[in-house]
């Protein structure tokens, strides 16, 4: 048996490869079973009227011997199984899928063989998290490893903490094809998903049916998916499931998915309760506690981004906050992990914070610092600060250098008025030469998130007294998804215009 190694992880490279090579066309046969990297072989692609191709971690090669034809796909499909409603289908007993492309009338025009495998200490850098009994969310791109993980879960639970564990299996990617499961799955037992719009129903019923301690999905992608993972996670079982985006923020400003992270409501304040919380009247807020109390972003597959509290780091995006995961990665074998550093967590004391000041008076500005013995230097470049301070008028009209600082992540503060009694309480947040944010600091009370929503509804209140079209200033695609959703909750439609750093939200009177 030959052993691999990658990014110091071992694993078994007896993944019946043979199995999934057999099915190709004899010339694609010939051409893997020859090549150095046989045993890494990710995926094989078989196009109609293109030569076929093969592709490996570090490269993607064509394989010059002819095109492929019907015969080639008509000869592979008769030997797996039949293909379900997502166009998946597998080998039995194998973790390999196969995945076809159809043309308008159904005719297979294009087939992707993904290799799979079971690759063992895939979770070492999580492993604390997934025993801890806490439910977890894997979120990175297709092809990051994150259904490989969760097969390595399933198994560590299933064998070493010796929980009872359910995977629902919608396209057999976890436990492979067939009746029969992949035995990389451990001890835990397999539900089989007859079609995609029913994983939903299989997981409610693996609660009620099979008493399970631990529930295993895979791309979890729908509002009735979330609500069912919700009701499940009431029900005290643990949830580790999957979905297909990059961070935390992508999660938040997807509707389908926003509810698994404690999802969002916009918030009307009364005159009384905003001049208390020291913030605008309108707000975002998150609406009740995550699903998911800890978030794993792959970075790669061997490197992760961890947000152990999850309603936290929602209430701080909400506030405009630019937050940062806990980074773990495995280095000769041990676990290495560099601890986030958040605005919350505050700055190293004996660090400056550069700030660039738009629209206010450099000089006046640096010799209230002094005087305050606020560890702050003013810079003069945006694009190096840690803070863009401006004022209300300033930010309205959309300078190049806010939009800028806005796309660069760069923490934006806005006060009402450029005086000096304004900038005093700016500074008194850092004076002493340590950064004090509480939860009514700058960042919530003056965050670009809301102002944006502050905008929002007053254009919604322009279409409402007869406005037919309200053009809103150009924000970033986090904010954009906020106008959108903020003005679809009232009835108003609304659209994106513009490239770049000018694209922007237009409201319109629906007729």
Same mark, same amino acid.
């Given at each position: 048996?030959?052993?691999?190694?990658?990014?110091?992880?071992?694993?078994?490279?007896?993944?019946?490869?043979?199995e999934?090579?057999?099915?190709?066309?004899?010339?694609?046969?010939?051409?893997?079973?020859?090549h150095?990297?046989k045993?890494?072989?990710?995926?094989?692609?078989?196009d109609?009227?293109?030569p076929?191709?093969?592709?490996?971690?570090?490269?993607?090669?064509?394989?010059?011997?002819?095109?492929?034809n019907?015969?080639?796909?008509?000869?592979?499909?008769?030997?797996?199984?039949?293909?379900?409603?997502?166009?998946?289908?597998?080998?039995?007993?194998?973790?390999?899928?196969?995945?076809?492309?159809?043309? $308008?009338?159904?005719?297979?025009?294009?087939?992707?063989?993904?290799?799979?495998?079971?690759?063992?200490?895939t979770?070492?850098n999580?492993?604390?998290?997934?025993?801890?009994?806490?439910?977890?969310?894997?979120?990175?791109?297709?092809?990051?490893?994150?259904?490989?993980?969760?097969?390595?879960?399933?198994?560590?639970?299933?064998?070493?903490?010796?929980?009872?564990?359910?995977?629902?299996?919608?396209?057999?990617?976890?436990a492979?094809?067939?009746?029969?499961?992949?035995?990389?799955?451990?001890?835990?037992r397999?539900?089989?998903?007859?079609?995609?719009?029913?994983?939903?129903?299989?997981?409610?019923?693996?609660?009620?049916?099979?008493?399970?301690?631990?529930?295993?999905?895979?791309?979890?992608?729908?509002e009735?998916?979330?609500?069912?993972?919700?009701?499940?996670?009431?029900?005290?079982?643990?949830?580790?499931?999957?979905?297909?985006?990059?961070?935390?923020?992508?999660?938040?400003?997807?509707?389908?998915?926003?509810?698994?992270?404690?999802?969002?409501?916009?918030?009307?304040l009364?005159?009384?309760?905003?001049?208390?919380?020291?913030?605008?009247?309108?707000?975002?807020?998150?609406?009740?506690?995550?699903?998911f109390?800890?978030?794993?972003?792959?970075?790669?597959r061997?490197?992760?981004?961890?947000?152990?509290?999850?309603?936290?780091?929602?209430?701080?995006?909400?506030?405009?906050?630019?937050?940062?995961?806990?980074?773990?990665?495995?280095?000769?074998?041990?676990?290495?992990?560099k601890?986030s550093?958040?605005?919350?967590?505050?700055?190293?004391?004996?660090?400056?914070?550069?700030?660039?000041?738009?629209?206010?008076?450099?000089?006046?500005?640096?010799?209230?610092?002094?005087?305050?013995?606020?560890s702050?230097?003013?810079?003069?470049?945006?694009?190096?600060?840690?803070i863009?301070?401006?004022t209300?008028?300033?930010?309205?009209?959309?300078?190049?250098?806010?939009?800028?600082?806005?796309?660069?992540?760069?923490?934006?503060?806005?006060?009402?008025?450029?005086?000096?009694d304004?900038?005093?309480k700016?500074?008194?947040?850092?004076?002493?030469?340590?950064?004090?944010?509480?939860?009514?600091s700058a960042?919530?009370?003056?965050?670009s998130?809301?102002i944006?929503?502050?905008?929002?509804?007053?254009?919604?209140?322009?279409?409402?007294?007869?406005?037919?079209r309200?053009?809103?200033?150009?924000?970033?695609?986090f904010? $954009?998804?906020?106008?959108?959703?903020?003005?679809?909750?009232?009835?108003?439609?609304?659209?994106?215009?513009g490239?770049?750093?000018?694209?922007?939200?237009v409201?319109?009177?629906?007729?």
């Open positions: 048996m030959v052993q691999h190694s990658i990014n110091n992880i071992e694993f078994d490279s007896e993944n019946d490869l043979d999934l090579i057999s099915i190709l066309p004899i010339r694609v046969q010939d051409y893997i079973n020859t150095r990297d045993e890494h072989l990710v995926e094989i692609i078989l109609l009227g293109k076929p191709e093969v592709r490996f971690p570090n490269s993607q090669e064509t394989i010059g011997e002819g095109e492929v019907h015969v080639d796909l008509q000869s592979l499909i008769s030997r797996i199984s039949e293909f379900g409603d997502d166009n998946r289908a597998g080998i039995e007993r194998t973790l390999h899928r196969i995945s076809v492309i159809r043309n $308008r009338k159904g005719t297979p025009v294009g087939i992707t063989c993904r290799v799979g495998r079971a690759i063992e200490g979770i070492q999580i492993q604390d998290l997934v025993m801890s009994g806490e439910s977890v969310l894997l979120l990175g791109k297709p092809g990051v490893g994150k259904t490989t993980m969760l097969r390595e879960v399933a198994r560590v639970l299933s064998e070493t903490a010796n929980k009872r564990v359910v995977i629902v299996d919608t396209s057999n990617e976890i492979g094809d067939g009746d029969v499961p992949h035995s990389a799955i451990g001890k835990s397999r539900m089989q998903v007859p079609s995609t719009a029913l994983q939903h129903q299989i997981m409610i019923e693996a609660v009620e049916n099979h008493m399970p301690e631990v529930i295993i999905i895979d791309e979890m992608s729908t009735s998916e979330s609500l069912a993972a919700r009701t499940i996670a009431e029900r005290g079982v643990q949830l580790i499931a999957t979905a297909h985006a990059n961070n935390l923020e992508n999660v938040l400003t997807n509707p389908t998915l926003s509810d698994l992270v404690g999802g969002t409501q916009t918030v009307t009364g005159d009384i309760e905003a001049k208390r919380r020291k913030t605008q009247k309108t707000i975002l807020e998150r609406k009740h506690d995550p699903t109390p800890i978030v794993v972003e792959i970075v790669d061997n490197t992760v981004s961890v947000h152990k509290d999850v309603g936290k780091r929602v209430d701080e995006i909400l506030r405009g906050k630019k937050i940062n995961g806990e980074i773990r990665w495995i280095e000769k074998g041990e676990l290495k992990v601890k550093q958040n605005y919350t967590n505050g700055e190293n004391n004996n660090s400056m914070i550069k700030l660039y000041p738009f629209g206010i008076s450099k000089g006046s500005l640096e010799a209230l610092i002094k005087d305050s013995g606020a702050i230097k003013v810079i003069d470049n945006e694009s190096n600060a840690k863009f301070l401006t209300k008028s300033h930010y309205a009209r959309k300078p190049k250098a806010l939009k800028n600082a806005q796309n660069l992540g760069i923490s934006v503060h806005v006060l009402r008025k450029n005086t000096k304004q900038l005093k700016f500074l008194e947040k850092y004076s002493g030469g340590v950064q004090k944010i509480k939860s009514s960042f919530e009370n003056n965050s998130v809301n944006a929503l502050e905008e929002v509804h007053y254009g919604i209140k322009q279409i409402f007294d007869g406005e037919h309200i053009e809103l200033n150009a924000q970033n695609s904010i $954009r998804r906020l106008q959108h959703k903020a003005a679809t909750k009232e009835g108003i439609s609304s659209i994106s215009i490239e770049g750093s000018n694209r922007r939200v409201l319109e009177k629906v007729l």
